[in-house]
């Protein structure tokens, strides 16, 4: 009786122990996997099929602090601490402001995703008060695939997913996204704007995608 509890206790442990194994080499192939994906979902604006397509969209309003600089310099992102984009399809398009930059940057810098609006606060400056909203965000929020976050995301005008990312050198300026038509007036770019990343997509030699409504 005691060497078949023995055996039992044993087996038990060994099966645990397997498990535990397994489930780390899970975690890693995960990881590997999100990165894969992370890498692949994005297509190319200088080849923009209008009816199938993914970008990952950081946008610029009229009212935010430094938007004015960074209109026109959008390379300022790689050296913020934080920011925050969005990623739109053919089918879901909603962003923060109606005027910005398709970007590309490396998965590391993918902090944490949501398919709604985090409500995230400025941690475009390295300070404190944006560390300390950083963490709290990559607490609550995981990282996503970008399907997945599409998948649950609204196909609102006025509504979008956000994505947390770090700056990082590695970060490319791809291209520009322009909304036009039928908008909240908020969301409406102003002619100084459309005049600004036009003229940047001219001297970059970068294609401007426009988004219909």
Known sequence: ????????????????????????????????FKENRWSKSF????????SQYTYLVHTVDSWSEGAEKLLPKPELLQEA????????NQDKTGTHAGVG??????????????????FSGDMFKLQPESKK???????????LLPEEILLKSSHKVDSYNEVIISGTSELKIIGIVIKRGKL??????????????????????????????
């Open 1 to 32: 009786m005691l060497l078949k509890t023995y055996l039992v206790i044993l087996i038990f442990f060994n099966l645990l122990s397997f498990a535990i194994c397994c489930d780390t080499s899970f975690l890693v192939a995960s990881n590997d």
């Open 43 to 50: 297509t190319n604006p200088t080849k923009h099929n209008g």
């Open 81 to 88: 601490y934080a920011f925050s984009a969005s990623i739109i």
């Open 101 to 118: 930059f398709i970007i590309s940057t490396p998965f590391k810098t993918i902090k944490a995703t949501h398919f709604q609006d985090m």
């Open 133 to 143: 909203e950083l963490s709290r965000l990559v607490s609550k929020y995981k990282v």
């Open 184 to 213: 909240p007036m908020y969301m409406k770019p102003n002619r100084t704007q459309l005049e600004i990343v036009t003229n940047y997509a001219y001297e970059k030699q970068i294609p401007i995608i426009y988004i219909n409504y």
